[in-house]
Each structure stands twice: as structure tokens, then as C-alpha cells.
Nanobody, 112 residues
């Protein structure tokens, strides 16, 4: 069993920044690729970024490339998503995922 808990969501104005955290526990993390998904109101869940915990290889979907950065802290067993230059289109519930495990999600709202 792998437990994932997201934090760091909130409300921000367009152009602002947030950093999401995903604290993981329960298993050795270097076996996993950690992914960030988001689900906007009325839309399906989409994968926006991922990182392999052992070597730090990353992936970004085009809509966040150049604005978001995923990283991990091996000592803290935590994966981060730094989100810059946020727009209202980034409003969604953001989820951390690894294999079949999901966190409960954290709400991000971008509004003026």
C-alpha cells in the first residue's frame, strides 16, 4: 500500500504561482513514477506531468510545458509541482498518482 497526500492548493490570481506537494509513504518510492493529474469542472481527468522517482526523468503535457516544474525530494519522500504563470484554465482539482494509488486531491482556483 502506498499512501499519497497532496497539499498546497488554494486560490490565486492569474499570473500567480503555487507549489503543490505530494507526500508519499508506505513503500520504497524509487520503484515508482509519480504523476500529476488534474480534473477541471465538467471535464475528464488529464495527466499533466510525471517524474520517475529514482532518476528524476520528467514529462509535461504541452499545456503546462514551460510554466510547471515537477521535482522530488528523496529525503522527504515528497514530489512537488511548481506552477507558475497560472491562468483560469488551470483551475481544477489536482491529484498525485503512482501506479494504482491516488491522493485525495487538492483544489486550485485561478481567478481575478
Amino acid at each position: 500500500q502506498l499512501q499519497l497526500v497532496e497539499s498546497g492548493g488554494g486560490s490565486v490570481q492569474p499570473g500567480g504561482s503555487l507549489r503543490l506537494s505530494c507526500a508519499a509513504s508506505g513503500r520504497r518510492l524509487d520503484y515508482y513514477t509519480f504523476a500529476w493529474f488534474r480534473q477541471a469542472p465538467g471535464k475528464g481527468r488529464e495527466q499533466i506531468s510525471c517524474i520517475t522517482f529514482d532518476d528524476g526523468a520528467t514529462y509535461y503535457t504541452d499545456s503546462v510545458k514551460g510554466r510547471f516544474a515537477v521535482s522530488r525530494d528523496e529525503a522527504k519522500n515528497t514530489v512537488y509541482l511548481q506552477m507558475n504563470n497560472l491562468t483560469p484554465e488551470d483551475t481544477a482539482v489536482y491529484y498525485c498518482n503512482a501506479n494504482t494509488w491516488w491522493g485525495p486531491g487538492t483544489q486550485v482556483t485561478v481567478s481575478s
